[in-house]
């Protein structure tokens, strides 16, 4: 499975658009980008997925470079509850081959008042 | 309607004894996965059931971790003899078909396991 590069760390202003950005350079064709955050002293909770094309959701827009080496999630307002850490994960999604997901160090998202 | 569920939340053993953790999955979901959260850790992959098809137990870290899922749903989570570094957050998750719907993960809020 590819994996993936986050930046550690990043702030927001409450209200603003949180873009958190995420390189997956050895994707493969087959793979999907997944996004999935995890609040404090909670189980991770999923967000989006795409394969090629931009992705938009009541939570959140997945925008992914055409060369697909790349892309980016959207917080479109960001709030105090959307601090947490956001995982950028990529995987098949291929029915009976095993859907395990492989978590990297993520991006902690700090939104500030 | 009801989430996963996980018991207990809180575990504390002492080092050498063994403990059972319990996950309950979203009913009618065919996929449930283990997971554990070290401290300052990331999320690590422990195993995987699929159906009636054999498990995926490809990231369990030793023979002192073993896992079960009766009747397709329940599962349970076994560490022999635990050690100190056993301690973690125990997080289960399921999913309705395995690699299905975007590999949309339901998590459970997780076990604590202390190990002293």
């Known amino acids: 499975d590819a994996k993936t590069t986050q930046p550690p760390s990043m702030d927001c202003a409450e209200g603003r658009a949180a873009n958190l950005p995420c390189n997956h350079s050895?994707?493969?064709?087959?793979?999907?980008v997944y996004w999935y955050r995890q609040i404090h002293s909670q189980g991770p909770q999923y967000i989006i997925h795409?394969?090629?094309n931009n992705e938009t959701n009541e939570m959140a827009s997945l925008i992914i470079t055409e060369d697909r080496k790349s892309s980016t999630l959207i917080l479109p307002h960001a709030t105090l509850r959307d601090t947490a850490v956001y995982y950028c994960?990529?995987?098949?999604?291929?029915?009976?081959?095993?859907?395990?997901?492989?978590f990297g160090q993520g991006t902690e998202l700090s939104v500030k008042p | 309607g009801a989430g996963v569920s996980q018991s207990p939340s809180n575990k504390v053993t002492e080092k050498g004894k063994d403990v059972e953790l319990r996950c309950d999955p979203i009913?009618?979901?065919?996929?449930l996965y283990w997971y554990r959260q070290s401290l300052g850790q990331g999320l690590e992959f422990l195993i995987y059931?699929?159906?009636?098809?054999?498990?995926?137990k490809s990231g369990l870290p030793s023979d002192r971790f073993s896992a079960e899922r009766t009747g397709g749903s329940v599962s349970t989570l076994t560490i022999q003899r635990t050690q100190q570094e056993d301690s973690a957050v125990y997080l289960c998750?399921?999913?309705?078909?395995?690699?299905?719907?975007?590999?949309?993960?339901?998590f459970g809020p997780g076990t604590r396991l202390t190990v002293l």
């Open positions: 994960i990529v995987g098949r999604k291929i029915y009976n081959q095993g859907g395990k997901l492989i």
């Open positions: 998750a399921s999913s309705w078909l395995a690699g299905g719907r975007g590999n949309e993960q339901f």
């Open positions: 795409g394969l090629k």
């Open positions: 059931f699929q159906g009636n098809s054999a498990p995926d």
């Open positions: 009913s009618g979901h065919t996929a």
């Open positions: 050895t994707i493969s064709g087959n793979e999907y």
